[in-house]
């Protein structure tokens, strides 16, 4: 990996207000440190890459030399996969387009770096490096001069997901509420992969079940979100959204 994290790991304010006033409100970027740093190198992430199991994000060249001797999320432990691990990784490009954006010339200094690693070593520099990044704009611009590629949804997320609370089985309590309950995912992400997304969100406990069901089907773990989607057909599909609804319960115990 190439080191410019290190370069960028302290102080700085970002702005995060729609006000072009002298006063507007800044927040010091070290607050948002948790978000936008690997916790492998705890420097910003380049290259952001996520687990699709677990959903947590390093940089890519990272993540993939701790793969060479662990399978497991350096983070949660979870294993990511018996035997190649690098196949459930997947690049996490609004996630690193927010750490350009909110750190000043990190791009361009990464750019740079790049650069100067292919001279060093005679090798010819790929026009991709070569060419220059966009400005970095910290101050959110009026709605039509934002540029397009912000809110382009990348076409591997393919599936419209509403995920609808059903409820939670007694003796079940302390969870939070969902409060992000439209998603958009691949094709190939399974139920499991749903369910760890509540389970992040609602903080539930390894203690707590969730069963996922679309239609009159509860769903197993291995199931893919577009297999669902062929089986189901119409049934589970609401104004072009898929709907999943879920139930927290206790483990069954004979």
């Given at each position: 990996?190439?080191?410019?994290?290190?370069?960028?790991?302290?102080?700085?304010?970002?702005?995060?207000?729609?006000?072009?006033?002298?006063?507007?409100?800044?927040?010091?970027?070290?607050?948002?440190?948790?978000?936008?740093?690997?916790?492998?190198?705890?420097?910003?992430?380049?290259?952001?890459?996520?687990?699709?199991?677990?959903?947590?994000?390093?940089?890519?060249?990272?993540?993939?030399?701790?793969?060479?001797?662990?399978?497991?999320?350096?983070?949660?432990?979870?294993?990511?996969?018996?035997?190649?691990?690098?196949?459930?990784?997947?690049?996490?490009?609004?996630?690193?387009?927010?750490?350009?954006?909110?750190?000043?010339?990190?791009?361009?200094?990464?750019?740079?770096?790049?650069?100067?690693?292919?001279?060093?070593?005679?090798?010819?520099?790929?026009?991709?490096?070569?060419?220059?990044?966009?400005?970095?704009?910290?101050?959110?611009?009026?709605?039509?001069n934002i540029p397009p590629s912000v809110f382009t949804i990348p076409p591997e997320l393919n599936?419209?997901?509403?995920?609808?609370?059903?409820?939670?089985?007694?003796?079940?309590?302390?969870?939070?509420?969902?409060?992000?309950?439209?998603?958009?995912?691949?094709?190939?992400?399974?139920?499991?992969?749903?369910?760890?997304?509540?389970?992040?969100?609602?903080?539930?406990?390894?203690?707590?079940?969730?069963?996922?069901?679309?239609?009159?089907?509860?769903?197993?773990?291995?199931?893919?979100?577009?297999?669902?989607?062929?089986?189901?057909?119409?049934?589970?599909?609401?104004?072009?959204?898929?709907?999943?609804?879920?139930?927290?319960?206790?483990?069954?115990?004979?």
């Open positions: 990996m190439l080191p410019v994290q290190a370069r960028w790991s302290n102080g700085g304010t970002t702005n995060i207000s729609d006000s072009d006033s002298e006063d507007e409100p800044k927040i010091p970027l070290n607050q948002f440190y948790p978000h936008i740093r690997c916790a492998l190198c705890s420097g910003f992430l380049i290259d952001a890459s996520t687990i699709t199991e677990c959903l947590h994000t390093f940089c890519k060249s990272c993540i993939v030399k701790h793969f060479f001797y662990d399978n497991r999320c350096p983070t949660c432990s979870i294993v990511v996969h018996q035997t190649q691990p690098m196949y459930n990784i997947r690049p996490d490009r609004q996630l690193q387009d927010i750490v350009y954006k909110m750190v000043p010339f990190l791009e361009e200094y990464e750019r740079q770096q790049m650069c100067k690693f292919y001279k060093e070593r005679g090798l010819e520099v790929p026009t991709s490096v070569m060419m220059s990044p966009c400005p970095v704009v910290l101050k959110r611009q009026k709605k039509d599936v419209s997901l509403l995920l609808e609370f059903v409820g939670a089985e007694e003796g079940i309590d302390n969870y939070k509420p969902l409060e992000r309950r439209y998603l958009r995912v691949s094709g190939e992400a399974t139920v499991r992969h749903v369910e760890v997304f509540i389970r992040r969100r609602m903080e539930l406990s390894s203690a707590c079940q969730v069963d996922v069901v679309c239609g009159d089907h509860l769903l197993d773990h291995f199931q893919s979100i577009k297999d669902i989607q062929s089986f189901v057909g119409e049934e589970g599909v609401q104004d072009g959204v898929l709907v999943l609804h879920f139930g927290l319960v206790l483990p069954f115990q004979p």
